[in-house]
């Protein structure tokens, strides 16, 4: 298992955190790869799965050692008992042994003096290495019981703190797919005005366009092909008549021509009336057109005029 992979996937989250682009009005949120974050998370995951059998190897080993000691001291202490059941048969009867020691010569009392100090000093001997094992063995139990505990406990903070970061992470993606969304309605909200300001500067466009089209230009139809009614012609005396098909394009040429003769010549007798000279009778003079009376005045010799205002100058005038 390669040390320290964990820490270095959360550090790296991290660090992607942290350096991610903040998301516009949402305070405390930031975003960040998705395929690469998914690929972090399967990393952690692949490694807390190596973190965890670890674990397990290790309680299992735990298990197997404290059982190994615990049986290790078990052997210890039956073969101790063992050795005092032996030596504690093997001792003789004291008051036999008194009266034995009586009957003995000075070399064997000796000789068995040395050999209650030699049995003597084997169970001091005894008494001290089982002393001992029994120290091994407890601080061997204790050793062991607070390794294991703190690699238990150094594990379990790891799993607390990687279910921490996965909750984290996972909450981070579910804030993710909603700032997702939230940025797709975004965009397309925003393309939805686009299309609708330019949709409704073009229709602008193309009213201004077909209002100044009708200002200046006049459109003319002509249908010269299907005539469902004759052309009028006008007469020379004026009277509308409908064309037929058999009148020639001449005949109809020739009665424009004289129309417009007709009203040139009624055009100069409206604006040049009759100027034939007649003589002026007494009762029309100017005076008595302006209802003065002619008292005392003389009587002028009547006048010739033609037509308009009666002026001597008239003709000068004109």
Same mark, same amino acid.
């Given at each position: ?113 040395? +050999?209650? $100090? @030699? ?10 290495? !089982?002393? /001992?094992?029994?120290?091994? *063995? ?117 009665? +424009?021509? $004289? @129309? ?10 409206? !604006?040049? /009336?009759?100027?034939?000279? *007649? ?40």
């Amino acid at each position: 298992m390669e040390k320290g992979k964990a820490k270095q996937l959360l550090d790296k989250m991290q660090v992607l955190i942290e350096d991610g682009q903040n998301v516009p009005f949402a305070a405390g949120k930031v975003l960040v790869n998705k395929e690469e974050m998914l690929e972090m998370i399967e990393d952690l995951k692949k490694t807390i799965d190596i973190e965890l059998k670890a674990y397990h190897e290790i309680t299992d080993k735990r298990g197997k050692i404290i059982k190994d000691a615990n049986k290790e001291a078990e052997d210890i202490i039956v073969e101790a008992e063992e050795s005092a059941s032996r030596i504690r048969m093997s001792k003789p009867n004291p008051l036999y042994v008194q009266r034995q020691v009586k009957d003995l010569n000075k070399k064997d009392k000796m000789a068995l003096r040395t +050999a209650n $100090e @030699i049995y003597a000093a084997s169970i001091i001997y005894t008494n001290e290495m !089982l002393m /001992e094992i029994n120290e091994s *063995v407890r601080q061997a139990y204790n050793m062991i019981s607070e390794e294991t505990d703190r690699v238990l406990d150094s594990l379990r903070q790891k799993s607390d703190v990687i279910e921490q970061n996965k909750r984290e992470l996972m909450d981070g993606l579910l804030d993710m797919k909603k700032q997702e969304r939230y940025a797709d309605i975004l965009e397309i909200s925003q393309l939805l005005a686009n299309e609708l300001y330019y949709e409704k500067n073009r229709f602008e466009e193309e009213e201004q366009k077909k209002q100044a089209e009708e200002n200046e230009m006049v459109q003319w139809e002509f249908d010269f092909e299907d005539k469902k009614e004759d052309p009028i012609k006008v007469k020379p005396s004026r009277q509308p008549v409908k064309l037929h098909d058999d009148i020639l394009h001449d005949e109809v040429v020739d009665s +424009a021509f $004289e @129309i417009a003769d007709e009203l040139k010549e009624e055009k100069k007798k409206s !604006l040049f /009336e009759d100027r034939t000279p *007649v003589p002026l009778e007494e009762s029309i003079t100017d005076a008595g057109v302006a209802g003065k009376a002619a008292e005392g005045a003389p009587k002028k010799i009547p006048e010739f005029r033609i037509g308009g205002n009666i002026h001597k100058n008239l003709d000068n005038e004109l």
